[in-house]
Structure formats: C-alpha cells, structure tokens
C-alpha cells in the first residue's frame, strides 16, 4: 500500500467515526443520549368526523336521530416526532417539510411525560366539552354539566364518578363546564369546595380538596373532566384515542351540528379545518397550522377553515386548488360553507 493511499485510508477513519456517531441515539454501552434537543413537526393524520374509525362513528349521538350528513369534515393534526439524532433531525430538515423546533416548546422540562399526557388528555377532554356546549348553544338546546373522568391522584378520585351530574358549586348553580372552572379559580390549591352532584336521580353533596395544577403549581387543580350534557336526553360521544390538544374543537362542533340540523352542513364537499373552540362558539388559534393546510391540502380538501389569528402563517403558503376560509367563531365557519357551497365569494385568509 503507497503513502497516498494509506493517507486516503486513514483519513476516512475520521469520517466514517463521525457518521457513525450521529446515526446513534446513545454512546455504545453507556445512557448517555446523543438525541438532538429539537424535535420535527409535520402533517399528522386527518379524520373524517362525520364518518367511522375502527369501526366507530368518531362522533356518536344517543337519544336523538341523527340527520344525514354528506361530504367531509375532517378534523387536523400534526405529527411530533421526537427522541432525534443528528443525522435524523438534518435529515428531515433538508429533505422534508417538516420544522425543527425546540423540544422544550413541545415537552416542558419541568414536568415528566405522565404530566405531559395528563395534561394532554384533560386539554382534549376539554376541547370535547366546549364542542359540545358550543354546539348545543348554537342550536338553543338546554344543556347540564356531566363529568367525562375524574383523574388518578386527586381528592375527586373515588368520589366523583364519571355519569355523575355537577349541578352546584359551593351552592352556586352551574349549568356549563366553565362555570364550573371559574368557581374553582376563585380558590387556591389547598381550599376545599363543596360539590351538589346527582346520581341516578338522587342529589348529595361531597367535599372535594383541591390540588396543584401540573401546569402552574399556584393554579388548582378539581380533578373532575367535565363534558356538557343535553338536558333533553342527547348524549355525545367522542370515539377518537390517542389524540391530545384542544386544536379539534372547532370541528368537532360543526359535526355535532351537522349530526343535529337537515341537510349536509358542508354542502357535499371535501371540508377539513382546525381551530379550539370556546363555549360560547368563538374559535382560537393553534400551533402548526401549515402543517395542517399541506395535509388537507394534499388529502384533495377543496375548503380549509383556519381560525382568524392564524392566517398571517399562511401567507406564502402553497394550497393548491384549495380555499382557505378565514372564521372567528362558528357562524363564520358555517357561513364559509354555505357560501362554498352556492359559489358565492368566501372570506378568505388572503
């Protein structure tokens, strides 16, 4: 073997170190992690919630008939994909769509994953409720307060049951899940409240001791995940596992409307959208949205409902053939659909 080539062997020893470094997620026989501190965000699954998963209606009404619906109504999401090496996080940067952002943004440091699911699942549980007060709001139905879980670890646990109706707060009466919430926030973690909850008919009253919130330690903490119910006997359910944040709120509401009043809210087209919702019908901005656009998009959706706040990240955003409607609350959104619908000019996010 010449210099030269021994020279080109050599140095490549270096090279192939390198490579091999960044393709490990771990130091070989240690813990110490190699992950990058990033994590990547893309499109995520889209569901049709007017239509089935595993066999299930995503949204499933009792105790009413439910209208025809036609089209889609696909609610988005986005995929977090985290726990990166080098080569991976460079790899979706430079050869996909996908963004790199802080993993701090995403997973707290301050709170471990069981708090980060938690809080996940009482965000959704949340956006459930709201889409369901919202919706039974927009339609005039009566409406109760019903608990949808109760958390592990919590004085509620064992106490409260999932089914059990909240009719009062330290005898204030409550008939909307935010009221609820804004009765507990007027305490501190620490304090106790008196709940009025019926069961089975039957009403008693239980005392419930406050906890921390993982969020904010100095926020407290019921421990009770509340739905809003019709008082007339309609019952919704949510069929959707796995999927954490309030981003879906706003669809959820339209497709319990949809499910509710004749007629295809939708038109017979291809809708999807993203947004939270509130009680009172208005609709909040999300993370991720172009994202979300580029899924719908490439899905074939003909309109995309995006809240207000988030049409300045569109801007520049390739979206095809596709609409994308600009709505602040549930009467834009239905408004966009019914004029997409007749070809009438919609308001847009340009």
Not at 188 to 213: A, F, K, N
Not at 254 to 281: M, S
Request: glycine share 12%; net charge negative; aromatic share 4%.
């Amino acid at each position: 073997m010449n210099r030269r080539l021994r020279t080109v062997v050599w140095g490549a020893v270096p090279v192939v170190a390198l490579a091999a470094l960044v393709s490990l997620d771990h130091v070989p026989g240690t813990d110490y992690s190699l992950t990058v501190p990033y994590v990547a965000e893309g499109p995520g699954p889209s569901f049709d919630t007017l239509g089935e998963v595993d066999g299930e209606e995503v949204i499933a009404l009792e105790g009413v008939e439910e209208e025809d619906t036609g089209g889609q109504l696909n609610m988005t999401t986005v995929a977090v994909r985290s726990q990166l090496t080098l080569a991976q996080a460079l790899g979706r940067w430079l050869f996909s769509d996908d963004t790199l952002v802080p993993a701090e943004q995403v997973f707290p440091s301050d709170m471990t994953r069981e708090e980060i699911d938690r809080s996940n699942q009482v965000a959704f549980s949340s956006s459930e409720a709201a889409a369901t007060t919202a919706a039974l709001t927009h339609l005039d139905r009566p409406l109760v307060v019903e608990v949808a879980g109760v958390l592990d670890d919590t004085s509620a646990s064992g106490v409260v049951e999932e089914g059990d109706r909240l009719l009062a707060v330290d005898g204030k009466k409550v008939e909307r899940p935010g009221a609820v919430r804004d009765a507990v926030l007027e305490h501190e973690p620490g304090d106790e409240v008196t709940l009025t909850l019926s069961r089975g008919g039957e009403e008693r009253e239980e005392t419930i001791t406050l906890g921390e919130s993982p969020e904010d330690p100095e926020r407290p903490l019921l421990g009770v995940l509340m739905g809003a119910a019709s008082a007339d006997g309609i019952q919704v359910d949510y069929n959707l596992q796995d999927i954490g944040g309030p981003s879906a709120g706003m669809i959820f509401s339209l497709a319990v409307i949809d499910k509710l009043t004749p007629g295809a809210l939708t038109g017979g087209h291809f809708v999807a959208g993203t947004g939270t919702i509130d009680e009172d019908g208005s609709v909040g901005e999300i993370g991720g949205i172009e994202h979300k656009v580029r899924a719908a998009r490439d899905l074939g959706a003909e309109l995309f409902l995006a809240p207000a706040g988030n049409c300045s990240a569109l801007a520049g955003q390739d979206t095809g053939d596709m609409t994308v409607a600009k709505v602040a609350d549930l009467d834009d959104a239905i408004d966009a659909m019914d004029d997409f619908a007749a070809g009438r000019e919609v308001t847009t996010c340009d």
